[in-house]
């Protein structure tokens, strides 16, 4: 969800820019004594603290400076020349007919300056416990236009710093996701979504893999895929979802390339549901490889290809030089599936009720089969929302060791389902390992609530102990991979804990600790988002961006998380002219073409800002791709 408040991103005057000719009015553009004549306003902007916001807001013609923080609002106006100005910027700047954009400090109409008394005169409450003053008019002659609002801030009279204000979405983040053990170790699906979005559901298994298309096929019958569907396995379940992306080779008609993906994968996802009588739900995506021809180029004699544009490229691939190509262009035509299994359920059609009464029977005849396989249907109940969590205090399960598995499984699944039981969850299973004290799973499950605990301060814990008690799992079974991504969350914490006490040398030496380790066990998408996030905020943005820079060339990367990388990177003209920075881009492009063309809308439309196109690398790659 977006804020009241967009992020603001402060870009310092250098004076090798010129000023367009237009009238500045009295303001002045210090040089060489730049830092002398603006050290009052660098500190304090320097000293702002992190939940003062501020912004431009537009009413029809009118615009305001909106804040939230009157008393630092008072400090940054405090003497007779203090003030701002808005620089209204046009989108038109940007247009691709133009060959290029020049560089000038002020990018379209600049508005007479407010100062001091004025700003202070005039700031009234506003809504939300905001303020705001009138500080100009949009000028006429813009009216109808694609616009955002710049702000100049001034320090006796001096242009001390110049704002563009980036639209910036914030995600939430948290722990690898450690699992919990039921009957074997399930994971939270975690949707990667903008903050305010966000749920949480619990994962059906999935499993992914590719059909490779041969060149010109568009039909697959049941025979063409049933040496697939055999290998899958799939005797205990069924098929809910199937996911395809459909993707061609970049050669021929981008119409045709399209069609012919649709029709390919339309017949897969038809061969597969001729296997099975419950319906499957299917969503289908097809573009053309763009993001795996311009990687798979790279270092063959016709790498130059990789600098033309997409219509110039496809001019190239006809005839020898397509023929040539095609053990290369072969790979890329292929579908990537993705399929959300079900288990098959026997007693799917009984209530609520009718399974309580049924397992409560297998119980007290000791039938654990029949119980756990009771148990999961009801499992089923509550994760399509047939009957709430409490319904599972209904289950009278002994405490006894040989129920142990099926009361692991009930209170590991209270925790996943609401996280707010962990607390008496933790409790309970405390009280379940006396009876099974080598049971590596519950102690698996004691520790990964555990540790989600010591994250929200709900309980104290002793360090050492905790670290001890995580390498201690192997002893008990507990593959090494998981025992890494423990305490991979355990330096998260502690990271974290040090950078509140203002240590920044052990801080350092858990994000060392992080950055050297993660790679030792494999990662969900909601992972290397709440990876990246904590390296972006506890370390180096650099760090983040070596996390997801090679998932993001991939075109089985999560679309969120892609985009979650654009967010992250687009305003640093360091990555952006690398030409590894067009393949994620085109990736987006290929992935949600709407959602990657709004990126440079005007933040009152929705986008990060239109002012990216001031960088040529990311104007071209728009240009190409988004002016139609």
């Known amino acids: 969800m977006k804020s009241k408040f967009l992020l603001p991103i402060v870009f310092f005057i250098f004076i090798s820019i010129f000023v367009n000719a237009q009238n500045t009015f009295d303001i002045v553009f210090p040089q060489q004594d730049r830092n002398q004549k603006c050290q009052q306003c660098f500190q304090i902007f320097s000293q702002k603290p992190k939940e003062v916001k ?9 615009l305001y400076f909106q804040i939230n923080d009157k008393n630092w609002f008072n400090l940054l106006f405090k003497n007779a020349g203090d003030g701002l100005a808005v620089d209204v910027v046009s989108k038109d700047r940007y247009k691709c007919e133009y060959e290029n954009v020049e560089p000038v400090q002020i990018k379209g109409i600049l508005l007479k300056p407010n100062y001091a008394q004025k700003l202070k005169s005039g700031l009234k409450p506003y809504e939300d416990n905001l303020y705001r003053v009138h500080v100009g008019r949009v000028p006429e002659a813009l009216m109808n236009d694609e616009l955002e609002y710049n702000i100049l801030f001034l320090s006796n009279k001096n242009l001390c710093n110049y704002y563009v204000i980036y639209n910036l979405e914030s995600y939430p983040w948290d722990l690898l996701d450690m699992g919990m053990y039921l009957d074997s170790l399930t994971y939270d699906s975690k949707k990667i979504q903008p903050t305010g979005k966000e749920g949480y559901i619990l994962k059906n298994k999935t499993l992914k893999f590719k059909i490779p298309f041969q060149k010109n096929k568009s039909e697959y019958s049941q025979e063409d895929i049933k040496p697939i569907y055999d290998s899958l396995r799939l005797t205990d379940f069924n098929i809910k979802t199937i996911n395809i992306k459909a993707y061609s080779s970049v050669e021929g008609s981008l119409e045709r390339n399209i069609e012919l993906q649709e029709q390919r994968a339309n017949s897969i996802a038809k061969a597969l549901q001729s296997f099975q009588k419950p319906t499957i739900k299917t969503n289908i995506s097809s573009s053309e490889n763009w993001v795996e021809y311009l ?18 490229i496809k001019g190239k691939l006809v005839g020898s030089l397509s023929n040539e190509l095609e053990p290369i262009l072969m790979k890329h035509r292929k579908a990537l599936l993705e399929l959300e299994l079900e288990k098959k359920d026997k007693y799917k059609d009984m209530s609520a009720n009718e399974l309580l009464g049924k397992f409560n029977t297998a119980i007290n005849n000791e039938n654990l089969d029949e119980a756990r396989e009771i148990q999961n249907s009801i499992f089923e109940k509550l994760k399509s929302k047939e009957v709430s969590p409490d319904f599972l205090k209904k289950m009278a399960i002994p405490k006894q060791s040989k129920f142990a598995k ?7 699944y209270r925790y996943m389902l609401d996280v707010r039981q962990a607390l008496i969850v933790y409790n309970e299973l405390l009280e379940l390992e006396k009876l099974v004290p080598k049971d590596g799973e519950v102690k698996y499950n004691i ?16 360090e050492t102990k905790l ?15 998981l025992i890494s991504r423990m305490m991979v969350n355990f330096h998260i914490i502690t990271a974290e804990n040090f950078m509140r006490k203002r240590d920044y040398a052990n801080k350092d030496k858990s994000v060392s600790f992080i950055n050297s380790n993660y790679k030792k066990f494999p990662l969900s998408d909601y992972d290397y988002l709440s990876l990246a996030q904590f390296f972006s905020y506890y370390a180096n943005t650099d760090m983040a961006v070596n996390l997801l820079e090679n998932k993001a060339k991939s075109i089985d990367i999560d679309e969120d998380l892609l985009f979650y990388y654009l967010n992250l990177t687009l305003i640093n003209k360091e990555l952006t002219k690398d030409p590894n920075y067009r393949i994620i881009m085109l990736n987006a492009f290929n992935m949600n073409k709407e959602r990657y063309c709004k990126l440079f809308n005007a933040v009152e439309k929705g986008g990060v800002t239109f002012q990216l196109l001031e960088d040529d690398y990311l104007r071209n790659t728009y240009c190409e791709n988004c002016n139609n």
Do not use: C, M, P
Not at 54 to 60: D, N, Q
């Open 54 to 62: 501020f912004s431009i807001k537009r009413e029809r013609d009118n």
């Open 295 to 312: 990687n798979d180029i790279k270092g063959t004699k016709h790498e130059n290809l990789g600098d033309l544009s997409k219509n110039q």
């Open 406 to 412: 099926i009361f692991n499984k009930n209170s590991a």
């Open 447 to 462: 520790t990964a609530v555990k540790i989600k605990l010591w994250r929200f301060n709900a309980i104290e814990i002793d």
């Open 467 to 481: 670290k001890n008690q995580i390498n201690a799992l192997k002893n008990y079974g507990i593959d090494s991979s």
